[in-house]
């Protein structure tokens, strides 16, 4: 049933206009298709790609034919194929993008082959529930010219009934901002994400949701909460953390983020820190971690050594996970379950270029992360955000 047949690469868009790889993958009776995402703001610990065109020749022949006959039902055995035919740390021999395509088409196939949906496969018969999603609707950064500094200002209804109010409120949010910076004369395009990417400071950008998500709280009437994606390794410039208005050093940078979550009552913040800041993380997390998530991503990349690390001095109580940042499913499902073994909360993520690929949206469901985080608009973003409402549905 679950015996490898073929394995199909191809080369596909992405929503950045990119090419990216997209593997099809046959058994005997299963089929699996999957893309891989990239990031703009990547972590310099992340499992490397390799450009397109020649990570696909170079599979074909030297990578392809040893995964041919090989049983898709034994992930781990599948993914340990491709770490040993690979070689190095971190993938940059066959190149992640061709890897986390891969090991999420073998899973798909598996699942498909077993006559079940890809959640219910990885995450079995006491899966009831679906996470909440998490959306940016402003943002900046590496993912817009001239708008905000902090990279994604973030919502999501703690307060919904289920995932789809959620994902109904989080669109409601993004139409009101865009209300409102209309009024202000700052309307604008989106960003990579979908996102609103005003040319305004900051602080207008929190005064702004803030605004939006009280209106859009009273309407809807639920809790609707805010956060952030700072992405500080994007400020960092060997001294300081450099915004349009202001310089910070590591210690003012605590103390100016610890003063926005209080501020915004914000419930979510994730990289406030450089991604090899453990202590200044840690330092944050001790201060504020009591009523906030604190998330690594640039920093922990999903790799169990950096969540180690991070778990050892408590730099952070969430991690961020990507399944492209390691590059395959085992590792991926290895990261999530040190998390939640040392009590810390996992956060599914999209990457900035996506597809139209669904899988997020199961994993998420299946490894019980508390946020799936993938945007609240466009057409790569909503195909995650509608199969978590078809997810919602079935179970
Ligand atoms: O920083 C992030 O969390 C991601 C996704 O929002 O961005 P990118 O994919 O560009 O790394
Ligand atoms: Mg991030």
């Known amino acids: 049933m679950t015996i490898i047949q073929a394995v199909q690469l191809r080369k596909i868009l992405d929503s950045r206009g990119n090419p990216t790889v997209e593997v099809d993958m046959v058994t005997e009776s299963g089929f699996g298709r999957a893309a891989a995402p990239s990031g703009a ?21 030297n990578l392809i034919p040893a995964l ?28 992640a993008n061709i890897a986390v395509a ?26 009831k529930e679906t996470p909440f999603p998490l959306g940016n609707v402003i943002g900046g950064g590496a993912h817009a010219v001239d708008a905000t500094d902090i990279q994604e200002f973030l919502v999501v209804p703690t307060g919904a009934s289920d995932a789809e109010e959620a994902v ?27 996102a609103w990417a005003p040319h305004i400071d900051d602080i207008t950008a929190f005064e702004t949701v803030h605004q939006a998500v009280t209106a859009i709280s009273d309407e809807m ?62 330092d944050l997390t001790e201060a504020v971690g009591d009523r906030c998530l604190i998330c690594g991503d640039d920093l922990f990349v999903t790799n169990t050594e950096r969540i180690m690390q991070g778990i050892d001095i408590g730099s952070a109580n969430a991690v961020l996970i990507k399944p492209n940042q390691v590059g395959t499913l085992t590792d991926t499902y290895e ?18 270029g996506e597809t139209t690929d669904t899988t997020i949206a199961h994993l998420a469901t299946a490894f019980g992360c508390i946020f799936l985080k993938t945007g609240v608009v466009g057409g790569e973003r909503i195909a995650k955000l509608n199969e978590l409402i078809r997810i919602e549905e079935q179970i």
């Open 221 to 282: 009437n639920i809790t609707i909460s805010m956060g952030i994606d700072v992405a500080a390794s994007e400020l960092w410039n060997d001294t300081h953390y450099h915004y349009k208005d202001a310089d910070r050093t590591t210690e003012d940078q605590i103390a100016y983020i610890g003063e926005l979550v209080d501020r915004y009552s914000l419930i979510y913040v994730e990289d406030p820190l450089r991604e090899d800041d453990f202590e200044g993380f840690s």
């Open 102 to 127: 891969l090991s999420l088409a073998n899973a798909k196939a598996a699942a498909s082959a077993n006559g079940m949906d890809l959640y219910r496969y990885l995450g079995g018969a006491f899966i």
């Open 168 to 194: 109904f409120a989080n669109a409601a949010v993004h139409r009101k901002v865009k209300e409102l910076l209309i009024a202000l004369g700052k309307g604008c395009g989106k960003g990579d994400e979908g």
């Open 335 to 352: 990261a999530v379950q040190m998390a939640h073994t040392h009590g810390m909360d996992t956060v599914m993520s999209h990457r900035s």
């Open 68 to 95: 041919i006959g090989l049983d898709a039902g034994d992930q781990a055995e599948f993914d340990q194929q491709l770490r040993s035919i690979d070689g190095t740390p971190d993938l940059s021999k066959i190149g």
């Open 41 to 61: 703001s990547t972590g310099v610990y992340e499992a490397k790609v390799r450009p397109v065109d020649e990570a696909i020749d170079d599979a074909e022949q």
